[in-house]
C-alpha cells in the first residue's frame, strides 16, 4: 500500500508534505475549483499559472486552512488540516500588514517578545535585503504598495515556515525589486530548503523560481497541465536566455493559450 | 517664497471661516439695535454679556453658575465613562463570539429602539431628582450606543487581516485582542465621539425634565420666569461645552488612531 503511494509520487521515497485529492470548491453556482489533485514534495518548489478567477487564490486559502473544499482531502504530512499556522506561512496576494504596527513590529507579529528579541539581528538583515531601512518605525499608510508588499514578505520569510505559501507576491514590485525577490527566494530556499507553492502571472517567473509548473484552466478550475523544470540550482538570471529556458517557457505558454 | 504663499493661504482660511460667524454676529447686532426685534424677544448681545457677568457674579437659584455648568458634565463624563467601560467590551464580545451574540444579543435588539430619554420619569422615581437618575440615564444611552459601534467594529475588521493573525498561530483569545480590539479601534473611537455629544443632549433633556441644579435645569426655569436673558446664556453655554466635550474626544481619537494617517 505505502510503495504504491511512493510509486505514484515517481518513485520518491519521502512522502509528499502536501496532498491534494480530487478537490472541488463551489461559491453557490460558481465552481471555483472543479477536480484538482496534485502533490508536492518536500523542498519542491511548485508554481502555479493560470488565467484571472481560475481559482488561484481559493487554492492556496484551502492549504493554509483558511477555507474547506466542497469536496475532495487535503493532507498535509499524511494529517488532515485542522487550522491555520506558522509553519504554513502565507504571503497574500493583497498586503495585509496591521495598520496599528510599525514596519518592525509587523515583520515580528505573532513572535513572543523574547523571540522578538531574540530574532532581532536577524530582522534587521531583512529589513536591509528588502529596502525598508529608514523605514523601520514608519507605519503603513506611510509606505508605497510595493513597500508594503515587502514588508508582508519579510514577515512571511523570517518565521523559517517548513511550507511557504505565496500568492503572486511579486506582483506589486518594479522589474528591479521583484529580480532581486526571486533571487532571494532562492537564498531562502538554498538556507534550509522549505516546501514552496507560488502563485504568478508571470511565466519567466514561473520557470525561473520553480520545479515544477502547473498550468490551469478558468470555468471550471483544473489543472489543464504540469511542466516539469528541470534546470539546475543554483540560478542566476543569465539563465532566462538560455534555451532550456525558452523551451519551458514556450510549453507553458502554449498551455495557457490553448 | 514658499512659507509666505502658506501663511498667507492660512490667513485666507482663517478669514472664510469668520466669515459666516462674523455675518451672523453682525445680522444680530443690526436686528437687535436698529430696533427691528424687541430686547424681550432676542435680547442684544451686550444684553447677553452683562447677563453673563450678573450670572458669573452672584449664580442662579441658590448655585453658582460654575456649579451648574460642573452638574452637567459631571453627570455627562461620569454616565459617558462608565457607559464606555461597559459597553465597549459587551459589544466586542458580541461581535466576536457568535453563541454570546445569540444569547444576548436578542436583548439589545429589543432595548436599542427606545429613546434613552423615555426612562427619565421612571429613573426620577427610583433615584430622585438628584445626580443618580441623570448618571444611569446616560450610562444607558451610552452603553448601547458603544454596544452598537463596537459590534459593527468587529465586523469590520478586514478578513485578510483576522487571516494573516491567524496565519502567526493567533487564534481565541490571543487573536481577539491582537488582531480584532485594536482593529476595532476606529469604530469604537467614532461610536464614542457620537456616544458623547448624545450623552450631552441627553443630560440637557434630562435636567429640563426634572433638576435642581445644571444648564438644562437653568434655561428650563429661566423660560418658566420669561428671563429671555438668562435663557439665551444658558443655550450659549450648552454650546460651549458640547463644543470642549467635542474637541476634546476628537483630540484623544486622533492621538490613539494616529496610524490612519489622518
Ligand atoms: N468568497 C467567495 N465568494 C464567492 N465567490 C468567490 C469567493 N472567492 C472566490 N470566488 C470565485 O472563485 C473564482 C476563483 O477565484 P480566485 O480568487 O481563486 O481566482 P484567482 O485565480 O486567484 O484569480 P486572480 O489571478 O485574479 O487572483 C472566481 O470566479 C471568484 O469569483
Ligand atoms: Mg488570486
Redesign the interface.
Known amino acids: 500500500m505505502l510503495m504504491t503511494a511512493a510509486n505514484a509520487m515517481g518513485g520518491s521515497a519521502t512522502p509528499p508534505v502536501i496532498d491534494i485529492a480530487g478537490v472541488q470548491k463551489r461559491y453557490g453556482h460558481v465552481v471555483a475549483l472543479a477536480d484538482v489533485s496534485f502533490s508536492v514534495a518536500r523542498s519542491e518548489v511548485v508554481a502555479i499559472v493560470g488565467p484571472s478567477g481560475c481559482g488561484k487564490s481559493t487554492l492556496l486559502n484551502i492549504i493554509?486552512?483558511?477555507d474547506e473544499p466542497t469536496d475532495g482531502t487535503v493532507l498535509v504530512h499524511g494529517a488532515p488540516i485542522v487550522?491555520?499556522?506558522?509553519e504554513?506561512?502565507?504571503v497574500?496576494q493583497?498586503p495585509?500588514?496591521?495598520?496599528?504596527?510599525n514596519v518592525r513590529r509587523n515583520i515580528v507579529?505573532?513572535f513572543s517578545r523574547a523571540r522578538a528579541a531574540r530574532q532581532s539581528a536577524r530582522v534587521d538583515e531583512f529589513i536591509d535585503i528588502m529596502g525598508l531601512r529608514g523605514f523601520e518605525a514608519s507605519?503603513?499608510?506611510?509606505l508605497s504598495g510595493g513597500m508594503m508588499q515587502r514588508v508582508s514578505i519579510a514577515r512571511a520569510l523570517i518565521r523559517d515556515p517548513e511550507v511557504l505559501l505565496m500568492d503572486e507576491p511579486f506582483g506589486a514590485l518594479d522589474a528591479q525589486t521583484r529580480l532581486t525577490m526571486q533571487e532571494l527566494l532562492h537564498d531562502v530556499w538554498a538556507r534550509y530548503a522549505p516546501t514552496i507553492v507560488f502563485i504568478t502571472h508571470d511565466v519567466d517567473e514561473a520557470v525561473f523560481v520553480s520545479d515544477r509548473i502547473l498550468v490551469m484552466s478558468a470555468r471550471p478550475g483544473l489543472i489543464r497541465d504540469v511542466v516539469e523544470v528541470p534546470l539546475k540550482r543554483p540560478r542566476s538570471y543569465e539563465l532566462i536566455m538560455s534555451e532550456a529556458f525558452v523551451d519551458i517557457k514556450r510549453r507553458v505558454l502554449a498551455e495557457l493559450h490553448a | 517664497m514658499a512659507a509666505e504663499r502658506t501663511r498667507s493661504a492660512q490667513m485666507l482660511r482663517w478669514l472664510r471661516r469668520g466669515s459666516g460667524l462674523g455675518g451672523c454676529l453682525a445680522l444680530w447686532c443690526i436686528l437687535s439695535y436698529g430696533g427691528i426685534v424687541s430686547p424681550g424677544f432676542l435680547p442684544s448681545p451686550s444684553g447677553i454679556v452683562e447677563r453673563f457677568i450678573e450670572l458669573a457674579e452672584n449664580g442662579y437659584a441658590n448655585s453658582s453658575l460654575w456649579q451648574h455648568i460642573f452638574d452637567s458634565v459631571y453627570r455627562t463624563l461620569a454616565g459617558f465613562v462608565l457607559g464606555v467601560a461597559a459597553g465597549t467590551p459587551t459589544g466586542l464580545l458580541l461581535g466576536y463570539c457568535r453563541r454570546f451574540d445569540e444569547s444576548v444579543g436578542p436583548i439589545f435588539s429589543f432595548l436599542r429602539p427606545i429613546p434613552p430619554i423615555a426612562y427619565t420619569p421612571l429613573f426620577v422615581l427610583y433615584l430622585g431628582i438628584g445626580d443618580a437618575s441623570k448618571i444611569v440615564l446616560i450610562f444607558i444611552g451610552a452603553f448601547l450606543y458603544m454596544l452598537l459601534s463596537a459590534q459593527a467594529g468587529v465586523r469590520n475588521v478586514?478578513e485578510?487581516?483576522v487571516?494573516?493573525?491567524?496565519?502567526?498561530?493567533?487564534?481565541g483569545a490571543g487573536l481577539f485582542v491582537r488582531?480584532i480590539v485594536?482593529?476595532s479601534?476606529p469604530g469604537i473611537m467614532t461610536g464614542a465621539r457620537t456616544a458623547l455629544s448624545v450623552s450631552w443632549a441627553l443630560v440637557v433633556a434630562a435636567e429640563l425634565i426634572a433638576a435642581q441644579a445644571g444648564l438644562g435645569y437653568m434655561v428650563s426655569s429661566a423660560g418658566v420666569f420669561f428671563d429671555i436673558r438668562t435663557l439665551f446664556v444658558g443655550i450659549i453655554l450648552i454650546g460651549i461645552v458640547g463644543l470642549i466635550l467635542d474637541r476634546t474626544i476628537l483630540m484623544i481619537e486622533r492621538k490613539l488612531l494616529?496610524?490612519?494617517?489622518r
Do not use: D, K
Open positions: 493554509a486552512g483558511f487550522a491555520p499556522g506558522p504554513r506561512s502565507v497574500f493583497q495585509a500588514l496591521f495598520p496599528w504596527l507579529f505573532g507605519y503603513p499608510y506611510q | 478586514p485578510v487581516l487571516r494573516a493573525g491567524r496565519n502567526a498561530g493567533l487564534g488582531v485594536p482593529g479601534l494616529h496610524w490612519q494617517g
